[in-house]
Antibody
Framework: QLQLQESGPGLVKPSETLSLTCTVS??????????WGWIRQPPGKGLEWIGSIYYSGSTYYNPSLKSRVTISVDTSKNQFSLKLSSVTAADTAVYYC?????????????????WGQGTLVTVSS | DIVMTQSPDSLAVSLGERATINCKSS????????????LAWYQQKPGQPPKLLIYWASTRESGVPDRFSGSGSGTDFTLTISSLQAEDVAVYYC??????????FGPGTKVDIK
């Protein structure tokens, strides 16, 4: 059974870079059928897709965050990572990683399943 | 960008009664080449991550009870819980995957017991 687990600091200072890692277990991140995505949810609010990455490094990013986001993949560790620069209080959220079904690198990514449990990141001095 | 809206914001339904949630996209998510609607539904219980319920607007994910059903096409979609159970208390989100430039979710609909 595939499982995803987010890890990283729970507190980040304004203007600094938020860094999170998602570790995939029970399956290979190098599967040709999936992208791997990051989604966030501010406390009490809805879901916002941040970006997704294929094991080869191909990426999709949310245009509103693209200038501040970098998603990378480490197939040797079965992990993918998120970096979000120049954070503000508006970036405070629960950050989820999830598998993003695509069937191939050229195919249109579809739904997210399964999701990690999420990790709360608070931006505060 | 495809903007997703949902209605109502919240609803309270008696146990065993029907719950109906609506989702509307700002443009059609029906892909003409395969006649599929690029829309999914998720359930999020308090303190938990979202769980996939339905994809292609009406295909139930494996293991999801058959009291959950999805319908609609183009820009208007519905998630129906035919007989509400206590464990269905949650927030429900729709998501479009028609636009690969930006995958977007609806704002969510909270379902409670009356």
């Amino acid at each position: 059974q595939l499982q995803l687990q987010e890890s990283g600091p729970g507190l980040v200072k304004p203007s600094e870079t938020l860094s999170l890692t998602c570790t995939v277990s029970g399956g290979s991140i190098s599967s040709s059928s999936y992208y791997w995505g990051w989604i966030r949810q501010p406390p009490g609010k809805g879901l916002e897709w941040i970006g997704s990455i294929y094991y080869s490094g191909s990426t999709y990013y949310n245009p509103s965050l693209k200038s501040r986001v970098t998603i990378s993949v480490d197939t040797s560790k079965n992990q993918f990572s998120l970096k979000l620069s120049s954070v503000t209080a508006a970036d405070t959220a629960v950050y989820y990683c999830a598998r993003h079904l695509a069937l191939s690198i050229a195919a249109r990514p579809r739904w997210f399943d399964p999701w990690g449990q999420g990790t709360l990141v608070t931006v505060s001095s | 960008d495809i903007v997703m809206t949902q209605s109502p914001d919240s609803l309270a339904v008696s146990l065993g009664e029907r719950a109906t949630i609506n989702c509307k996209s700002s443009q059609s998510v029906l892909y003409s080449s395969n006649n599929k609607n690029y829309l999914a539904w998720y359930q999020q219980k308090p303190g938990q991550p979202p769980k996939l319920l339905i994809y292609w607007a009406s295909t139930r994910e494996s293991g999801v009870p058959d009291r959950f059903s999805g319908s609609g096409s183009g820009t208007d979609f519905t998630l129906t819980i035919s007989s509400l159970q206590a464990e269905d208390v949650a927030v429900y989100y729709c998501q479009q995957y028609y636009s690969t430039a930006l995958f977007t979710f609806g704002p969510g609909t909270k379902v409670d017991i009356k």
